[in-house]
Nanobody, 129 residues
Framework: QVQLVESGGGLVQTGGSLRLSCAAS????????MGWFRQAAGKERDFVAA????????YYADSVKGRFTISRDNAKNTVYLQMNSLKPEDTAVYYC??????????????????????WGQGTQVTVSS
């Protein structure tokens, strides 16, 4: 089992920045990749960004490219999401997720909610206009 705990959410004005953190514990050696998703009220959970754990290859949703940066610190078993130039439409609960190795290549699978095995409890990000 892997446990994930997010932190860093909050209320920020349009154009502001926030940095989310996700600390993993437990069987962290089994982590193959990690990702961030978000879910706005009344909507589905959507992919935001992902990173492979060993090679550090990153992936982003088109809506956040150039504004958000995902990074990881393998020694601390932590993944970060730096969010800049925030917009009201970024308001959502942000979830961290972890994936164990699978037969399907991560580069073909990273956007799917079902591609991840473990989830954090979520952290609220609210961007005021």
């Amino acid at each position: 089992q892997v446990q994930l705990v997010e932190s860093g959410g909050g209320l920020v004005q349009t154009g502001g920045s926030l940095r989310l953190s996700c600390a993993a514990s437990g069987r962290t050696f089994s982590i193959h990749a990690m990702g961030w998703f978000r879910q706005a009220a009344g909507k589905e959970r959507d992919f935001v960004a992902a990173v492979s754990w060993s090679g550090g290859i990153t992936y982003y949703a088109d809506s956040v490219k150039g504004r958000f940066t995902i990074s990881r610190d393998n020694a601390k078993n932590t993944v970060y999401l730096q969010m800049n130039s925030l917009k009201p439409e970024d308001t959502a609960v942000y979830y961290c997720a972890a994936r164990q190795p699978r037969g399907t290549a991560f580069r073909a699978d990273y956007k799917r909610v079902g591609a991840y095995d473990y989830w954090g409890q979520g952290t609220q990000v609210t961007v005021s206009s």
